[in-house]
T-cell receptor, first 115, second 111 residues
Framework: DTEVTQTPKHLVMGMTNKKSLKCEQHMGHRAMYWYKQKAKKPPELMFVYSYEKLSINESVPSRFSPECPNSSLLNLHLHALQPEDSALYLC??????????????FGPGTRLTVL | SQQGEEDPQALSIQEGENATMNCSYKTSINNLQWYRQNSGRGLVHLILIRSNEREKHSGRLRVTLDTSKKSSSLLITASRAADTASYFCATISSNTGKLIFGQGTTLQVKP
């Protein structure tokens, strides 16, 4: 099973809402990632978790709050977002703990729209 | 910051033709990877080529790597309409494990 799943597929939220994005993998991967992708741009790294601990935060605003409850799950909690945060949010995982040069396997993404 | 540059930015070909995309990068690498992304969806890993390899094949895909020029190319032979997608090259920082993508090439294969 080389699948990374993400829910929801689509999310529309207001600037005062609190919502969460979920990511799950059952490949026993030790590193998990959040990326943000704007239209017609490449993905940009937001966070890296290694062995359930945050290892990289790419200076992401605090309105994005990641959480790794266990080795299979990765959440991204959203609060007080801005319209410019509208994007495709991608989760990925890789076998070895970060830093690693392993292949990263991506989920299908959550399309987020902030009104 | 994104370190990869890809060209062309967009490519339109007829089914059955070959498609070539090029990627350049700036720093030393352990490997270079190519990903495909269908419109608005997740990325699918296509192929990984290590820094000590010069060429690699996978089905209709052929990847080359020239570390002296810091460049790579992806060739898709006998293209199909289903190959229509965006293609990204990516390098990984060995210090952080951070995957750094090129700007991508949008490929359209016309039936």
């Amino acid at each position: 099973d080389t699948e990374v799943t993400q829910t929801p597929k689509h999310l529309v939220m207001g600037m005062t809402n609190k919502k969460s994005l979920k990511c799950e993998q059952h490949m026993g991967h030790r590193a998990m990632y959040w990326y943000k992708q704007k239209a017609k741009k490449p993905p940009e790294l937001m966070f890296v978790y290694s062995y359930e601990k945050l290892s990289i935060n790419e200076s992401v605003p605090s309105r994005f709050s990641p959480e790794c409850p266990n080795s299979s799950l990765l959440n991204l909690h959203l609060h007080a977002l801005q319209p410019e945060d509208s994007a495709l949010y991608l989760c990925a995982s890789s076998h070895n703990a970060a830093p690693s040069t392993d292949t990263q396997y991506f989920g299908p993404g959550t399309r987020l729209t902030v009104l | 910051s994104q370190q990869g540059e890809e060209d062309p930015q967009a490519l339109s070909i007829q089914e059955g033709e070959n498609a070539t995309m090029n990627c350049s990068y700036k720093t030393s690498i352990n490997n270079l990877q190519w990903y495909r992304q269908n419109s608005g969806r997740g990325l699918v890993h296509l192929i990984l080529i290590r820094s000590n390899e010069r060429e690699k094949h996978s089905g209709r895909l052929r990847v080359t790597l020239d570390t002296s020029k810091k460049s790579s190319s992806l060739l898709i032979t006998a293209s199909r309409a289903a190959d229509t997608a965006s293609y990204f090259c990516a390098t990984i920082s060995s210090n952080t494990g951070k995957l750094i993508f090129g700007q991508g090439t949008t490929l359209q294969v016309k039936p």
